[in-house]
C-alpha cells in the first residue's frame, strides 16, 4: 500500500498532461458548447476539471523534487496553486453556484476567474523559471513550459480574440507538455535502469 | 546539488517544441496575416464581470389612478400596465417633497429635500417655492457614483427646470440630451404665428397670469410642428432610443430617462384628444392654473382632464416604443429598470385643479414607483413599503452589491426583491413648499409647516380624504404633527 502511495505521489505530475490537454482543448469547447447549445456557458460548467488535473498534477511535481527546492521555487509553486484554486473557485462560482447573479456589478466570481488565470500565469512562469536549477524536472520539458506560462500571461491580460486563443491553447499545451516529460523521462530512466541491470547480469555470466 | 547542461537532444525538443508554437501562432495569422483566423475559435476567456445596466424613467406629474394596473378601465395605458407586470411595484409610493426640481434633487442624491432648511432661492426669476434650488455642490449624485463604478452615463430630459441656469444636474453624465422648448423653456421668440394660438386658449382662474405666461413662451416654442415626432415625449423616447444603440457599445451604462408629459401644457395630438373627449368646441384648457376649480364649467374641467389623459397615452405610447429597442437590443436582460412619478395633478376632485400646495390629497401625493429586475425577480409583486424619491439612488446602488454613499437618507428598496424587508417605516412625511403631509396605517394628515390648518383623514373607511376629521381628533393631529413631521424634520420646521 504504501508503496502504491509513492508510486502515485510520484507519478502524480502525469495529470499535467490530461490537465493541459483540457485546458488548451477549451476555446473548441466553447465553441462546440455556443454552437450546440447557444450557450459557452454549458462547456464552462465542466471546465473546472482541466485547472484541478493540473493542481494535483503541480502537486505531484513539487512532491517529485521536494527536498531540493529553493525559495523561489516553493513560491512560484503556491502562487500557481493559488491562482489554480482562484480559477476553479471563479469557475464554481460563476457557473455552478451562480454568485454573480446576486453580485451582479462586483461579479466576484468573475474577477476571481480573471484574477487567478493572472496569478497563475505568474507562478507558472516563476516555477518553471527556478525549477531547472533542481534537476528533478528535464530543461526540455520546462523550457517550452515557461514559454507557455507566457503565451497564457499575455492571453490572460486582456481579450485578443483568435490570437488569444492560440496564446491560451499554448498554455494548456506548456503543461501537458511537462507532463509528458516526466513520462518520457521517467521511460527513458526505466529503460536505462533495465539496460543498466541486464549489462551487469551478463558481465556476472 | 546536481547541475544540469541542455543536452544537444534537450536542444531539438526544445526546438522542435517551438516549431510547434510557430506553426500555432503563425495559423492564427498573428496580426496581417488575419484571414487565417477562422481555424480558430475567437472566444476563450469567460464571460461575466459588471454587467447590470441601470435605466431610470421619470414620467412627470403622472397620477397613479391613471394607470390600468391601478384599476383604471378608460385611461389606455398598455406599456405601463405591461411593464408593471414584469416589475415590483411600491403601492404606497410618495415624494419626500414636491414639486419637479425637490422630486429631481432627491431621485439624483438620494438625500431628502424636505424640510427645506438653508434654501435659497438662486436667483429672482426662479421658480419661487421652498426647497426649489440646484443640488448643493457639497451633495454627490448617483451619476457621480456611478461615474466612479466604470459607468457609461447618459441623459435625456425635456424637463426644462434642470437646464435652467446654474442647476447642473446633469453632473457624472457622459453625454446628455436636453430636449428643448417644453412649457416656458425660454427658447424660441414670440411671434405672431405663436400669438394666434392664444385665440383658442382657456386662460383664467387664481393663476391667470402666470398661465398666459407659459403659453405664450410654450406656443412660441411649439409653432412648426408637424408629425407626432415633434411632440415632447416623443421626441424624448425616440432620443432615449437612439441613446440605447450607444449604451450598448459602453456597458454598463446608466441612463437617465426624464419625461415631462403629462405635465401641462397639455396640447396632445388631436387622435389623442379623441380617444377621450369629443363635441367640445370652446376655448381650449391646457393649463389648470392651480388653485380653486370654481372658476371652470364641468364640461371645462372634463376637456381638461380629458386632454391630460390623452397625453398620458401618448407618453405610454412612446414608452413603449423606448421599451421595445431596449428589448430588441438585448438589453431589457441586464438592465435594471426604476420608473416612477415625482407626483400628480388635481382635477377638481377636491375643489382643486393643478398642484396646490394646501391640497396635498391622492390625486397630486400619489405616484407610481415600479423596479424592473433583468432576473425577473419580484415581477408582478406588490409591496406596501412605504417608496420615494430618496429611495431611488441607494436601491439602485444596493442592487449592485455597492455601499450607498453616506450622505444618502434613502432606503435600499432592492433588498424586497429577494423577499427582505428594508428598515421599517411605520409612517412617511413629505412637504411641499409651506405644507407638510404624513400618513400611517390609519391617517393621513397634512397642514401648514408650523401645523396650523390640519386635514386629517381616516385612509380605512375614507382612502379618497373626502372628510376631513381633524377638529374631532385634536390629538391624532398632534400626534402625527410632533411624532412624525417634526420628528423626521429634525426639529421646527424652517419658514421664509
Known sequence: MRRLLAFLLRWGGVLCVPGGLLWALSPTGISISSLAFHTPNVFWKVFWSAPLLILLGLVGLQLRQSGRTGLLEKVGFFVTILGLVMVIAGDVGLYWLGVDDDYIVTAPAYNTFRLGLLVLAVGSILFGVTSPRDGALPTWGLLPFVVGSLCGLISFSRDLGSFGAVLWILFGVGWAWLGLSLVVEGFSSFVRTRRATRGGVAVKQ | MKERTLTRRDFLKVAGAGAAGATMLGAAGCGSLANSFTQVPEEYLPSGGSRMNVIVVIIDSLRRDHLGVYGNDWIKTPNLDALAGE???????????????LARRAIHTGIRTFPFRDWQKWYDEDVNLWGWQPIPRGQVTLAEILLGEGFYNLMVTDTLHQFRPFYDMHRGFHAFDFIRGQERDL???????????MENTLIGGPSAAHSEEIMHQYYANTVGRRTEEDWFAPQVFTKAAEYLEMA????????FVDNYDPHEPWDPPQKYVDLYSDGYDGPEPVTSSSGPSDWLTERQLERMHARYSAEVTMTDHWLGHFLDKAQGLGLLDNTMLILLSDHGHAFGEHGYAGKVAGALYPELTDTIFFMRHPGGKGADQTSDHYASTHDVAPTILGAMGLQPHPQMGGQDLSVVLDGKEPGRRPHFTAGYHDHVWTRDEKYAMFSLYNGSDPHLFDLENDPKMDKNIASSNPDVVKKMFDEYIIKDAGGPLPHY
Open chain 2, 187 to 197: 427658447f424660441r421668440p414670440q411671434s405672431p404665428a405663436s400669438e394666434k394660438k
Open chain 2, 87 to 101: 416589475s415590483l411595484r411600491f403601492d404606497r409610493s410618495y415624494p419626500e417633497s414636491l414639486p419637479t426640481i
Open chain 2, 248 to 255: 450598448k457599445e459602453s456597458q454598463p451604462f446608466f441612463m
